[in-house]
């Protein structure tokens, strides 16, 4: 029986008006009207409308009714699905494209992977190259530093085949990063599920302005993602609490993968693409493919100060190469995970970092890769360098050529140099050919 005719026929009741009356008044067939009140037939959208004007109600309520049966109806086909399809159909009503997503998120896609992060240098794509050079021709080493760590892709890669893996960035989101994704420690993961589920049903346009929507809607973030991205690391901050310090970082370096994914920029935040449109751009969170590794060990240090306390067989080191500053094409990142809320400032939105900047990105490259040499204690030093030298713009050609880096490296020990062919990152202005990333092996003599 359809609900739509017992409340015609109520509502008609109430108004004082006979069963023909109104079949008269709305020319509709008395027999039809009839089976319509008794549960027996739905009727169409234009007799509601018809029968709203003769009782005086409002068209659209009974509208609503009639489409709730017909949802009721097909319902009723598959009595054991019925009441969890509605809630779906709810849902979807709900969240309207975003449901798309947060369905893939939560019954199909796997956890964001820790190489799926867009990063100026990014070593995803040479990792296996990278580590089996390394495993040939350093042999019956146990232990393996990653000293400029970056993403931390060659370090994950290196995990399975060594006792003690240390990563090493300046960066405080990459520190969390690391922790978030290897760090050993206590977490749930349907703990952090059920936070994620309330993130994901959030709806932009009921959430206040924020520190974070004022500062970087409309640039890096449509303005309701940025008014979602603010309230969710002031949530987190406001659980800390409640909060492993691996849980922690799970939640935040989760926040960054899934803002990477749509970040309105090249792969960095040294400026915004202009002109794109994403006011209508959604953000859905899936977890990061955290894990516990027992053979971790994490730093935030200036790795030329690490150099001078770590012990390690083999250092691998990935410096920066020109003069881009981390902090500054990562600032955005910086800011979030800190969360102090500087005032920023320019068009990139960005706030003073002196305390992060690297000498291996000014004129002191050489003098502060001879340093770190010098003072490292191991058995062999990889350099992962490519031969960028003067092929591009000023900002972008290398800091130090391949006489300091075997003058330095020779002083050390024996030198091998291996070269794989690799794209360079550009920002879609240049044209770079014969680009190759080279690994300066170096066994040391330790004299």
């Given amino acids: 029986m359809y609900a739509i005719g017992k409340i015609l026929k109520t509502i008609r009741e109430e108004r004082g008006l006979q069963l023909q009356q109104a079949a008269s008044e709305s020319n509709v067939d008395l027999t039809l009207l009839s089976r319509i009140e008794n549960g027996k037939r739905l009727p169409t959208e234009s007799l509601l409308v018809k029968l709203a004007a003769i009782y005086g109600v409002d068209n659209d309520e009974l509208i609503v009714q009639l489409v709730s049966d017909k949802i009721i109806e097909i319902g009723n086909k598959y009595p054991e699905h019925r009441i969890d399809a509605l809630k779906v159909a709810l849902e979807k009503a709900k969240l309207g494209d975003r449901y798309i997503a947060l369905f893939m998120n939560s019954v199909v896609s796997r956890p964001i992977g820790l190489e799926s992060r867009r990063y100026i240098g990014n ?6 190259w990278i580590l089996e050079t390394i495993r040939r021709e350093c042999p019956q080493a146990h232990s393996f530093c990653d000293i400029f760590a970056g993403t931390g892709a060659v370090a994950n890669k290196a995990i399975p085949y060594y006792d003690r893996v240390i990563l090493n960035d300046l960066l405080c989101a990459n520190r969390v990063i690391y922790e978030g994704f290897f760090a050993p420690g206590e977490w749930n993961r349907e703990k952090l599920y059920a936070i994620l589920d309330e993130y994901n049903h959030l709806e932009y346009d009921k959430l206040e302005e924020n520190y974070f929507s004022m500062n970087f809607g409309g640039k890096y973030f449509g303005h309701g993602v940025s008014k979602l991205i603010g309230y969710v690391r002031e949530d987190i901050e406001n659980r800390r609490r409640t909060l492993t310090d691996k849980e922690y970082s799970i939640l935040l370096s989760t926040l960054i993968y899934n803002m990477d994914r749509i970040a309105n920029t090249v792969g960095h935040f040294d400026a915004y693409i202009q002109g794109k449109e994403i006011d209508q751009q959604t953000i859905t969170f899936r977890m990061i493919d955290a894990r516990n590794c027992d053979n971790i060990e994490i730093y935030q240090e200036d790795s030329n100060k690490l150099a001078r306390e770590l012990q390690a067989d083999i250092v691998y080191m990935d410096p920066p190469y020109n003069s881009r500053q981390y ?12 969360w102090e809320k500087p005032e920023v400032k320019g068009v990139a939105g960005k706030f003073p970092q002196k305390d992060k900047k690297s000498d291996f990105c000014t004129m002191k490259a050489v003098d502060a890769f001879a340093d770190l040499v010098e003072n490292l204690h191991t058995q062999y030093i990889v350099l992962s360098y490519n031969n960028m030298a003067k092929k591009g713009n000023g900002r972008s050609n290398a800091k130090m050529d391949d006489n300091d880096i075997l003058r330095i490296l020779r002083a050390k020990g024996d030198v091998q140099v291996f070269t794989h062919d690799h794209r360079a990152f550009t920002t879609g202005k240049s044209n770079i050919q014969n680009h ?11 004299r």
């Fill in 123 to 128: 070593k995803t794509k040479l990792t296996d």
């Fill in 327 to 338: 902090c500054d094409a990562y600032h955005l990142y910086e800011n979030l995970v800190r």
């Fill in 436 to 446: 190759q990333e080279r690994l300066f092996v170096c066994t040391c003599n330790n």
